[in-house]
């Protein structure tokens, strides 16, 4: 088989030749006692930089020893790009969420071959899935493996905007020392109203995390959580996002996009927040409308946004999101970092062998299985909720991030 692999540039110094770290923490399973990522092997150290296209996510020596063929690549976007081409007759295609590829139906019709396609970290809305349950390409990825990276992205973006640290560290790097600057939009977080839009593994796990600071906290959710669960956290529950976002002074996105989310943070919701509250998204870019973002930052509506999602991804370099007042945006990192990357990294490879070794992948890791919404792919979206990112993101020429 050929295995076609879309990974983000290697570091412009080339690759590290050595970590701030000799090993990783041991983790056996995740919070609800599901177990990590078990490959039957592993051809590279836990703790390496794997998701660039030097790190192969581990995999050359595996595929080329079962006599597949792996082709790696960053080159994914514009006419004629490298990615595109391998496609045609590749059986597999693997991407990440933080750098992808957007496969779409007209890629899908390109390539006959293809059976597969592998999201490397979680969340597969750059692949069309109604174009893939027509085509009958299973879509996996593998769940829970960066869910609780992410979600501490969140508590630290929380108290970057809050405790406003950029403006402090800005003033820190410029040689100044002027407090009454630093200081005249910092808060405490303590006490404030703390509330996440869904409450899956990555909304509960940050709910979780921010109890200790004394907060009170807020949830919506398709689907209510057990009563005790809301008791242990002392949570409220919301059965709208009008109605949770009118009282947190924190809003956390952690819902999937899908037609009901995409920019459901417009103008009309966002004025409906309580004024000078601060926005946290992780989830995916066009869950916001990102001008509405931005005039409600530059008007004080919202005191604040920051997250890693953006659309498309790489983001142009004129994104409003770049300059806009307030903000504290990361590229797409929240869920790659070293830690993370050998979780999705082990991730891939079982998959991998199931495939080839003819055995189940776990129903958790299935989107997309035989034409039909399956797994996890079946608890969070509904037959035909693709959106239109797919085809929309490749209208886009990002090369260096510049829209065409």
């Known amino acids: 088989m050929k295995v076609l692999c879309i990974l983000y540039d290697d570091p412009t110094g080339?690759?590290?030749?050595?970590?701030?770290?000799?090993?990783?923490?041991?983790?056996?399973?995740?919070?609800?006692?599901?177990?990590?990522?078990?490959?039957?092997?592993?051809?590279?150290?836990?703790?390496?930089?794997?998701?660039?296209?030097?790190?192969?996510?581990?995999?050359?020596?595996?595929?080329?020893?079962?006599?597949?063929?792996?082709?790696?690549?960053?080159?994914?976007?514009?006419?004629?790009?490298?990615?595109?081409?391998?496609?045609?007759?590749?059986?597999?295609?693997?991407?990440?969420?933080?750098?992808?590829?957007?496969?779409?139906?007209?890629?899908?019709?390109?390539?006959?071959?293809?059976?597969?396609?592998?999201?490397?970290?979680?969340?597969?809305?750059?692949?069309?899935?109604?174009?893939?349950?027509?085509?009958?390409?299973?879509?996996?990825?593998?769940?829970?493996?960066?869910?609780?990276?992410?979600?501490?992205?969140?508590?630290?973006?929380?108290?970057?905007?809050?405790?406003?640290?950029?403006?402090?560290?800005?003033?820190?790097?410029?040689?100044?020392?002027?407090?009454?600057?630093?200081?005249?939009?910092?808060?405490?977080?303590?006490?404030?109203?703390?509330?996440?839009?869904?409450?899956?593994?990555?909304?509960i796990d940050m709910l979780r995390k921010m109890k200790p600071f004394d907060v009170h906290l807020h949830y919506m959710d398709r689907h209510r959580l057990p009563e005790s669960v809301e008791q242990e956290l002392n949570l409220t529950f919301h059965e709208t996002v009008e109605s949770l976002v009118a009282v947190c002074d924190v809003i956390n996105i952690s819902c999937p996009l899908h037609p009901e989310t995409e920019h459901m943070f417009n103008d009309e919701l966002i004025a409906k927040c309580k004024p000078g509250a601060y926005i946290i998204n992780t989830a995916r870019g066009k869950i916001c409308d990102k001008d509405a973002i931005a005039r409600a930052c530059e008007s004080g509506q919202?005191?604040?946004?920051?997250?890693?999602?953006?659309?498309?991804?790489?983001?142009?370099?004129?994104?409003?999101?770049?300059?806009?007042?307030?903000?504290?945006?990361?590229?797409?990192?929240?869920?790659?970092?070293?830690?993370?990357?050998?979780?999705?990294?082990?991730?891939?490879?079982?998959?991998?062998e199931c495939v080839f070794d003819g055995e189940e992948i776990r129903n958790e890791y299935l989107i997309v299985q035989n034409g039909e919404l399956a797994g996890m792919g079946a608890h969070s979206y509904s037959k035909g909720t693709a959106t239109g990112g797919s085809e929309e993101a490749a209208e886009f020429d990002k090369g260096e991030g510049n829209a065409t």
């Open 302 to 352: 919202l005191s604040g946004y920051a997250g890693d999602v953006w659309f498309p991804q790489p983001a142009p370099n004129d994104h409003v999101w770049r300059t806009m007042p307030h903000h504290g945006m990361t590229p797409h990192t929240s869920g790659t970092s070293l830690s993370a990357q050998t979780r999705y990294a082990d991730g891939v490879r079982e998959i991998l």
């Open 14 to 203: 080339g690759m590290p030749t050595s970590y701030p770290l000799k090993d990783l923490p041991a983790i056996e399973k995740y919070p609800d006692g599901m177990t990590l990522p078990s490959p039957k092997g592993r051809d590279f150290t836990p703790g390496e930089l794997l998701g660039c296209v030097s790190g192969e996510l581990g995999l050359r020596k595996y595929l080329e020893d079962l006599g597949h063929t792996l082709v790696v690549t960053s080159d994914k976007d514009g006419e004629g790009c490298t990615a595109d081409k391998e496609l045609v007759d590749a059986d597999i295609v693997i991407s990440q969420p933080f750098f992808p590829y957007y496969v779409t139906r007209k890629l899908m019709e390109s390539a006959p071959n293809l059976k597969m396609a592998i999201t490397a970290g979680i969340g597969s809305d750059h692949v069309d899935l109604a174009a893939a349950m027509d085509h009958n390409v299973d879509v996996v990825e593998v769940t829970y493996c960066n869910s609780r990276s992410v979600a501490e992205h969140i508590v630290m973006q929380i108290l970057v905007l809050v405790r406003d640290f950029t403006t402090q560290h800005k003033i820190v790097n410029d040689g100044g020392w002027h407090i009454a600057d630093a200081v005249s939009r910092s808060y405490d977080v303590e006490g404030m109203h703390i509330g996440t839009i869904a409450a899956g593994r990555i909304g």
